[in-house]
């Protein structure tokens, strides 16, 4: 049985940083991406970012240059940096992995506020 924990969130002053973290645990061998999203309150899951095994990465809208996504394969863990918090960022990050384009898994979610 696979699970993703994640941790890290809280709340942040704006302008702040947090440093979330979601790690797998159980058996997985070879995690192709893993990915971050988040979820705003009265909105829908929105993409954040993704790093392939190819070394590959990607960020949604406007978050490159404040945010940054990173992987310790030996870990099964991913890592996102976020830089420059604003109230905006407020929202439940959810890590998933993607093991196949049949199986992928998500964290339980972590909740990241930014206010003053």
């Known amino acids: 049985q696979v699970q993703l924990v994640e941790s890290g969130g809280g709340l942040v002053q704006p302008g702040g940083s947090l440093r979330l973290s979601c790690a797998a645990s159980?058996?997985?061998?070879?995690?192709?991406?893993m990915e971050w999203y988040r979820q705003a309150p009265g909105k829908q899951r929105e993409w954040v970012a993704t790093?392939?095994?190819?070394?590959?990465?990607a960020y949604g809208g406007s978050l490159r240059g404040r945010f940054t996504i990173s992987r310790d394969n030996t870990k099964n863990t991913v890592y996102l940096q976020m830089n420059g918090l604003q109230p905006e960022d407020t929202a439940v990050y959810y890590c998933?992995?993607?093991?196949?384009?049949?199986?992928?898994?998500w964290g339980q979610g972590i909740q990241v506020t930014v206010s003053s």
């Open positions: 159980g058996s997985i061998f070879s995690i192709h991406t």
């Open positions: 790093f392939t095994n190819d070394g590959s990465t």
């Open positions: 998933r992995f993607v093991v196949s384009t049949a199986s992928n898994y």
